[in-house]
């Protein structure tokens, strides 16, 4: 027993020997390096990857987000007087012009047209039996002109007694649909001039309304085609209306009305849609969203290799966005873009370049 407890002892100590003359492991250990090798690993240069642009003729879109407005919103007055006991309408009709919405009835109307009318059939006989008796000589002609003015004088009595009458049928002004009716049957008022009937919309066609920035207004034209993608689901064509030279003065936007035909009115006033408008081509170029970056100044841009392998600092301006490729302009044709590596370069640094092909990009 004691003396393979010697044994064991002896063999940690060889062990322990040879691990402190270095001989169990005499390659893990790198030879040290020399002054001329360690200049030359720090002189040399820092690898980025690259993606050689190319411009092209941009159709932009620009994506903005509206909702749906009515052509035209009015709410329909009485013009007159009256008891309403005839309520033709309610929420959700749909009319057409000239439609009857609501009559309001008043026997004072109807009878000063009835009087009117008598007092037109009395001047008529009258103008008739002058001009039989002057017929027959028996009554001078110079008299024949004074009635017939009177019978002009009443028939203009008529007309407006039948018009104010007629006042107290409210009328549809267009198309629409009935939103709101605030009116009552058996509501009366001594001057019921100016009091509510009920709320119209026209939704044929319909708007769609957005707010644009001051950089994208001069891209927008008149009788551009649009796209219109409700909150429904739905999608449906357009084009451009009606664009503000007016800013807003909270939101210092633009208005931009989108007209789209909307015949069976099924799509409301007032919902959510998004619109794309193209706008016109630009010279642009595609790089990865990762490669923009901000100068010294706080300008947004991007780093390019030039042929002297140098990095230098191009300010862009972004055309179209996207989630990871966008669009931008003020880019050359055929510059080399840092898209790996341009937050560890500086302007004016020389680096090496490794080629990205575009695939690697778009696949990540």
Known sequence: MKAARITAVGLVAAVALWIASGHLSPHEAPPAKTPGEQAAAADKPFRVGVLETHVVAHQR?????????????????????????????????????????????????????????????QRRDELEAKRRLIAVNAAPRLELSSLEAQVKAAE??????????????????????????????????????????????ALDPLLAVVEVSERKLAGIELGHQAEVRLVTGQTVTGKVRYVSKSASQTTRTYRVEVEIANPDMKIPDGITAEVTIPVSPVPATRIPRSALVFSSKGELGIRIVDDQNMVAFVPVAPAEDAQAM??????ADGARVIVQGQDFVREAQRVETVAVPPTALTAR
């Open 61 to 121: 879109k620009f994506v903005l987000s509206g909702r749906t407005e009515a052509d035209r919103k009015v709410m329909v007055l009485a013009r007159t007087g009256g008891v309403l006991n005839d309520l033709r309408v309610r929420r959700g009709s749909h009319v057409k012009a000239n439609d009857v919405l609501a009559i309001l009835s008043d026997e004072a109307r109807e009878a000063q047209v009835l009087q009117a009318r008598a007092l037109l059939d």
């Open 156 to 201: 203009a009595s008529l007309a407006a007694a039948e018009a104010e009458r007629d006042r107290g049928v409210v009328r549809a002004p267009w198309d629409g649909v009935v939103t709101d009716v605030p009116a009552e049957v058996g509501t009366s008022a001594f001057s019921f001039s100016g009091k509510e009937i009920a709320q119209m919309v």
């Open 326 to 331: 966008m669009w931008v302009t003020g880019v």
